[in-house]
Each structure stands twice: as C-alpha cells, then as structure tokens.
C-alpha cells in the first residue's frame, strides 16, 4: 500500500519490481493525484488508486480483505512537486496564488481562513509549533493589524509581510518558508494524523511486512521515530519500575534503521527537493506470545 500517491513515483518503481499475483493499493487525499492514478491504472492492472487520506489505510485494508495480509506500506509526508509547481494550490510563494494550502480541495479550512480567522495566541501555536518560527509572535501581531485593513487571499502578500518582519532576505532560505509550512500542517492536521496512521498501518501489515515513512521535517520525524522505537520495546514497564513484570516480550517491530536514512549528496544533486527528507523503517514481528 502506498498511503501518498502523489505524483506516482514511488508507485511506478515499486509496481516494476513486483511480481504476480502482487498489488498495489494507492490512497491519496488529494483529487488531482488520483486522476493522474487512474491513468496509471490502465497501463497497470494490478494498481488501484482511490481517494482517501492515509489515515484511512485500515479502513481501505478492511474493504479490500487484506488485514494482515500486507507485505509493505508506505508514506512519503512531503509535498508533492505538483502541488508546489501549482500556484492555484497555494503551497509555494515563488509565484502569486490563492493562499489555500489543502491538501483535499474537497473540504475543511484554508490557509486564508486560519490567517483571518484565528485569534493571536492560536497563530502563535502554529507558527512556533508547527514552524519552529523564531519571530512567531511579531508575525502574529502584524497579521492581525493586517487583516483589520484588508482580508488575506494570496501568498505573495502574506511572504512578502514576512520578509518585512525579518527586515528583508537573508540567506538562501526565505524567511517566510516556515510560516508556510506551519499554515499547511495546520490547515491539513498533518502532525494530528500522522499517530492515528502509524497505528492502523501496523495493525494492516502481515507478518514480516515492513512500513517505511518519508518525513521532512523534525516534527513529523520525531513522531514516527518515539513510535517505531516505543513499537520496538520487549519490555514496557514504567521506566520507574525496578523490577520487569510485563514478561519482556512485547515488540511488535524490528527497527530496520537504527538511525534516520538521509539522501546522499548524489541524490541531492539530482533531486534538491530531497535534501530534508528522512527515511525511518521497521519490520512487523509475530504477535508477542
């Protein structure tokens, strides 16, 4: 099962490398890649797509009969390059857009709409939470003196207020990267999902079936590490506890990377939008006896 179809990469190189009477099953939340999907369908008869969120893998696994049964799954948690590319999706600000930022254009909130919408303090939650944003506070501050004059619609306006906070650009990264990043965790509760995923894939794989996932920031990698890791344990006693009373046979995974896979520098050349991606893996065990 891949969880984020997106543009189909990872699809394609998996279904050239799988053998009969294998399938593959593709969820994404995101109705233009599941029409780019439907086409691969034809060119591949053991690949169905259909559009639902990841956190629905249990849920698709349970329609599809195969609980238990699932020998890899996949989630790659970044944005896709054709949703980036897409001014109308408003997830980038080299180009003017509508500040929208859903993933699902179907449903829910967007980014304009937490910028005019939400109180100080919840705007400061976002941008230092979920964006690690140092002038968290100024920012919110100035997007509620600015939506008081005019309402927010697009990104260039909303970056370029940033870049004013910050006293221009600075550096190769733009001072508004992390507040955008912060509206599109927000705007498609990706850090509220991402536990809940982790969870019901674990529950889909077979026995031996490995879950692989793609992060690219620390939020989302810390999260998917203290779960493998916490899955890993024999014994899950309180770390108080001075004496093993749980029998020491409680992992669920073997770790299969130790530490976080990073791109090589190759691959970086080839691919600069790999360079913040972290790859964590693990491998399903028997059920503990």
Request: hydrophobic share 35%.
């Amino acid at each position: 099962m891949d969880c984020t179809f997106g543009g189909g990469g990872h699809a394609i190189e998996i279904l050239k490398k799988m053998e009969a009477p294998g399938s593959l099953i593709a969820l994404d939340r995101d109705v233009e890649a599941v029409d780019r999907g439907l086409s691969l369908e034809a060119e591949h008869p053991n690949l169905k797509v259909l559009h639902r969120n990841f956190t629905e893998v249990k849920d698709v696994a349970i329609e599809e009969g195969v609980v238990g049964k699932v020998n890899g799954i996949l989630a790659d948690l970044g944005t896709s390059m054709f949703q980036l590319k897409d001014p109308g999706r408003g997830f980038s600000f080299s180009t003017d857009g509508p500040l929208d930022m859903r993933m699902d254009t179907s449903t829910g909130l967007t980014a304009a709409d937490i910028l005019n919408s939400y109180e100080e303090e919840e705007l400061i939650r976002i941008f230092r939470d979920y964006g690690e944003e140092r002038y968290a506070r100024r920012i919110a501050r100035e997007v509620l003196a600015r939506r008081k004059r005019s309402p927010y619609e697009n990104t260039l306006a909303f970056a370029r207020q940033i870049e004013d906070v910050y006293g221009g650009r600075r550096g190769r990264i733009h001072p508004a990267t992390r507040c955008f990043q912060a509206l599109r965790i927000a705007v498609n509760e990706e850090l509220e999902s991402l536990p809940h995923f982790l969870d019901s894939a674990l529950e889909v794989l077979a026995q031996g079936g490995r879950m692989v996932v793609i992060s690219f920031h620390s939020l989302e990698d810390r999260i998917v590490k203290n779960f493998f890791r916490d899955k890993s344990r024999n014994c899950i006693c309180p770390p108080s506890q001075a004496r093993c009373t749980c029998g020491g046979n409680n992992a669920q995974v073997q770790l299969l990377t130790r530490k976080v896979v990073r791109p090589s520098q190759w691959e970086v050349d080839r691919n600069p939008a790999s360079r913040s991606s972290r790859l964590r893996a693990a491998e399903k065990l028997g059920v503990p006896s």
